[in-house]
């Protein structure tokens, strides 16, 4: 059974640097295809995606938030850690972690798609 | 940068009646790489369909999607009360990565 929770502060000041963690069960992103991706609900809208990472390292970012974003695997601890810095009151939302699954077609090669996803955990950002 | 359209925003309906959810993209995606997910309030999303019309493990059969080029389509035969929530629709690309719909809220009429 695949199984994936967040962890991370409830509240961060503006300015400040967010980490936040995602701790899996049920498979390993040292499996080659397996992927993990980030992505945030503010309150009352719609989800934003945020990165992802892969087996093999390879990082993906958010193309409006790639200069605040690094993600990082741990594969012995099954873990993937995501840091959004220069927070702001507008990072004020519930944040996901899911694993990626992906599939294939002859004509159009892998596509993907967020199979399993965790509760979420809640950032409010606020002095 | 594709953009997606989902409409309605809101559709009202009753239990047994069917659900027409539609997604629109600003340009012609591969049908391989569209998704659908529903969101009940306070939960995670849940994968519902992948590669536009393909059941994701333990979705049951009331739920198809159909669809190509530019114009996507959820359907839900007869709605049962567990499947009034908000749906969106998914697309994968190259940059960003993932795009998500705004979403259609499904409530009871």
């Known amino acids: 059974q695949v199984t994936l929770r967040e962890s991370g502060p409830a509240l961060v000041k503006p300015t400040q640097t967010l980490k936040l963690t995602c701790t899996f069960s049920?498979?390993?992103?040292?499996?080659?295809?397996?992927?993990v991706s980030w992505i945030r609900q503010p309150p009352g809208k719609a989800l934003e995606w945020l990165a992802r990472?892969?087996?093999?390292?390879?990082?993906f970012y958010s193309t409006s938030l790639e200069t605040r974003l690094t993600i990082s695997k741990d594969t012995s601890r099954n873990q993937v850690v995501l840091t959004m810095s220069n927070m702001d009151p507008v990072d004020t939302a519930t944040y996901f972690c899911?694993?990626?699954?992906?599939?294939?077609?002859?004509?159009?090669?892998?596509?993907?798609?967020?199979?399993?996803w965790g509760k979420g955990t809640t950032v409010t950002v606020s002095s | 940068e594709i953009v997606l359209t989902q409409s309605p925003g809101t559709l009202s309906l009753s239990p047994g009646e069917r659900a027409t959810l539609s997604c629109r993209t600003s340009?012609?995606?591969?049908?391989?790489?569209l998704a659908w997910y529903q969101q009940k309030p306070g939960q995670a999303p849940r994968l519902l369909i992948y590669?536009?019309?393909s059941r994701a493990t333990g979705i049951p059969d009331r739920f198809s999607g159909s669809g190509s080029g530019t114009d996507f389509t959820l359907t839900i035969s007869r709605l049962e009360r567990e499947d009034f929530a908000v749906y969106y629709c998914?697309?994968?690309?190259?940059?960003?990565?993932?795009?998500f719909g705004p979403g259609t809220k499904v409530d009871i009429k």
């Open positions: 899911a694993r990626v699954g992906r599939d294939y077609s002859s004509s159009s090669g892998y596509s993907y798609y967020m199979d399993v």
């Open positions: 049920g498979f390993s992103l040292s499996t080659s295809g397996m992927c």
């Open positions: 990472i892969d087996w093999d390292d390879d990082k």
């Open positions: 340009q012609s995606v591969s049908s391989n790489y």
């Open positions: 590669g536009a019309s």
């Open positions: 998914q697309q994968y690309g190259s940059s960003p990565l993932f795009i």
